[in-house]
């Protein structure tokens, strides 16, 4: 059976996909799709099984990990690009979700 995912969260979705690095506040993204933000929190969760904010860490992470992999960028430049505010942040998260830091991740490769 195929998963139907509210065209609202797939609007948001989509907009994430290509805007991942810029700051996605939930209260913009409510309004882009006529929902007050507390109804969009609901929403999104309800759709993805989890929390707005740990989606887009998690696709920001994911871009960041596969930007480790395949480019030799300094990994300040890659947390920078992927929409961490600040290299000690993305170091922090990177390594509570992925449990290594990103040189460790780089270096076993």
Do not use: W
């Not at 989509?14 to 929190?41: D, G, N, V």
């Amino acid at each position: 059976p195929e998963v139907s995912v509210d065209p609202r969260i797939q609007r948001v979705l989509m907009h994430l996909a290509t805007h991942y690095s810029e700051p996605s506040p939930q209260a913009e993204l409510a309004r882009m799709i006529r929902l007050s933000p507390a109804s969009f929190s609901r929403l999104f969760r309800r759709a993805i099984g989890r929390t707005f904010k740990s989606y887009v860490t998690d696709l920001r992470l994911s871009v960041a990990c596969r930007q480790l992999l395949e480019t030799d960028e300094h990994i300040s430049q890659i947390a920078f690009a992927t929409g961490f505010e600040n290299l000690s942040s993305f170091n922090r998260i990177f390594r509570l979700r992925r449990g290594v830091t990103p040189g460790d991740f780089r270096r076993a490769r």
